[in-house]
């Protein structure tokens, strides 16, 4: 299969994780319009772009309504606990555009919004995965921890399943504390090249791999399936409309890529056959859309977390049902942002998330950005006890990597 195909997946992969820094540029110019009364008169003072007039048609990506609700607005600067970010890009990627940032920058950054530890789920395999361990993680105990990720341009080849089985345990050994799997795997890698076929989830040859991570006590953070509305089509019922109109290479619709419900069920066969590996399925188990399935899949499979990187817009829009289903699987569930260095830098995301999961604050923006990047909706805060905060903060975490990271 193709190498720089791989690449150029993967890349597409990556670069979704700006959409918190890049939104609201370039988004779809829907209009919304009304229509003029019988007898209404232009008014004089009304500029030349119709602004002002109540039946001008107005762009979607212009419309920005402030919200007139005075509700409670809570700032929360640092967590209440120490945090593990689950879900982390820190290291530079061999095709990355953006400039390197120095691990001790990140780690002032870190201090200062009280995160503990940053779990890197993209530190690539042999050489790349040893300089990245060297920089960070060896450089700075304690605050990175690095996984490997699968060799997928070599899945095609003879003896690959007993090899990359063996390239996990030499992983383990230099450093890696586990692995991640990119949606490469049932999305994008094919068997000889880009025109071949999808190799599916549950494929035989990765067999070898997920034993190989069970039997060395490494997790397995999956991402396997992409938000539910990709899979539909981009029409005007769509509520991911205008993210999938600036990005239309994210629309896995009325293509040959598989359905979605069949991605999650290949998904879960590989849960199945292999009970004895720890898994954490990212993004709400792929669809926190719905979390009474998630919940199922959850009791289904003792071997499976979850983490919440990149879904509070989902989950904070159905608070109570979220605030339940945190309280079941209380357990199981695993703080993650999906940030990468600027994120981490900026800050301002993850004072969104703590405000979500610590605060019962109604209707605000689940994003830093000017239009909302995901859908045009607010969310609502969970409140969480402390109890709970201290799992999902990091407690979880730490049961999961099997290391104590927290004072």
């Known amino acids: 299969?193709?190498?720089?195909?791989?690449?150029?997946?993967?890349?597409?992969?990556?670069?979704?994780?700006?959409?918190?820094?890049?939104?609201?540029?370039?988004?779809?110019?829907?209009?919304?319009?009304?229509?003029?009364?019988?007898?209404?008169?232009?008014?004089?003072?009304?500029?030349?772009?119709?602004?002002g007039n109540p039946a001008a048609p107005l762009?979607?990506?212009?419309?920005?309504?402030?919200?007139?609700?005075?509700?409670?607005?809570?700032?929360?600067?640092?967590?209440?606990?120490?945090?593990?970010d689950f879900h982390a890009h820190v290291s530079p990627r061999p095709t990355s555009k953006q400039p390197a940032v120095p691990p001790a920058e990140m780690v002032r950054s870190m201090d200062a919004i009280n995160i503990r530890t940053m779990v890197n789920l993209t530190g690539g395999s042999g050489g790349d995965l040893a300089a990245t361990i060297t920089g960070f993680?060896?450089?700075?105990?304690?605050?990175?921890?690095?996984?490997?990720?699968?060799?997928?341009?070599?899945?095609?080849?003879?003896?690959?399943?007993?090899?990359?089985?063996?390239?996990?345990?030499k992983?383990?050994?230099?450093?890696?504390?586990?692995?991640?799997?990119?949606?490469?795997?049932?999305?994008?890698?094919?068997?000889?090249?880009?025109?071949?076929?999808?190799?599916?989830?549950?494929?035989?040859?990765?067999?070898?791999?997920?034993?190989?991570?069970?039997?060395?006590?490494?997790?397995?953070?999956?991402?396997?399936?992409?938000?539910?509305?990709?899979?539909?089509p981009v029409d005007r019922f769509n509520e991911r409309y205008e993210e999938l109109g600036a990005h239309p290479d994210w629309s896995f619709y009325d293509k040959d890529f598989p359905p979605f419900a069949d991605i999650l069920a290949a998904r879960d066969r590989v849960f199945a056959?292999?009970?004895?590996?720890?898994?954490?399925?990212?993004?709400v188990g792929h669809w926190s859309e719905n979390l009474q399935a998630v919940g199922e899949m959850l009791d289904k499979f003792p071997n499976v977390h979850v983490e919440i990187a990149a879904r509070i817009g989902e989950l904070g829009?159905?608070?109570?049902?979220?605030?339940?289903?945190?309280?079941?699987?209380?357990?199981?569930?695993?703080?993650?942002?999906?940030s990468d260095p600027q994120t981490v830098l900026a800050q301002d995301m993850y004072r969104i998330y703590y405000r979500f999961l610590e605060t019962e604050d109604e209707y605000f923006d689940y994003a830093p950005s000017r239009i909302p990047p995901q859908g045009r909706w607010r969310i609502y805060g969970l409140g969480l006890p402390e109890p709970i905060l201290r799992k999902v903060y990091h407690e979880n975490a730490e049961r999961v990597l099997g290391v104590k990271l927290t004072g």
């Open 273 to 283: 056959r292999h009970s004895k590996t720890t898994f954490v399925a990212l993004h």
């Open 59 to 84: 762009p979607l990506s212009e419309f920005e309504p402030k919200s007139m609700l005075h509700v409670a607005e809570t700032q929360v600067a640092r967590a209440r606990f120490p945090v593990i």
């Open 137 to 169: 993680d060896r450089a700075f105990p304690g605050r990175f921890v690095t996984m490997t990720e699968p060799t997928w341009t070599r899945a095609g080849e003879t003896g690959y399943a007993a090899w990359q089985g063996d390239e996990i345990g």
């Open 171 to 232: 992983a383990k050994a230099a450093g890696a504390v586990g692995l991640k799997i990119l949606k490469t795997l049932g999305l994008f890698l094919r068997d000889g090249g880009p025109t071949g076929k999808l190799v599916r989830v549950d494929d035989e040859r990765f067999d070898p791999m997920w034993d190989a991570c069970g039997r060395l006590g490494l997790p397995v953070a999956m991402h396997v399936g992409d938000p539910e509305a990709f899979f539909l």
């Open 317 to 338: 829009r159905q608070p109570r049902t979220s605030a339940r289903f945190f309280d079941k699987y209380q357990d199981r569930i695993l703080f993650g942002t999906d």
């Open 1 to 51: 299969m193709s190498d720089s195909h791989t690449r150029q997946r993967r890349d597409s992969t990556v670069s979704r994780r700006g959409w918190l820094s890049a939104a609201g540029a370039g988004f779809i110019g829907t209009a919304l319009s009304g229509t003029a009364a019988a007898g209404d008169t232009p008014r004089a003072d009304i500029d030349a772009q119709g602004r």
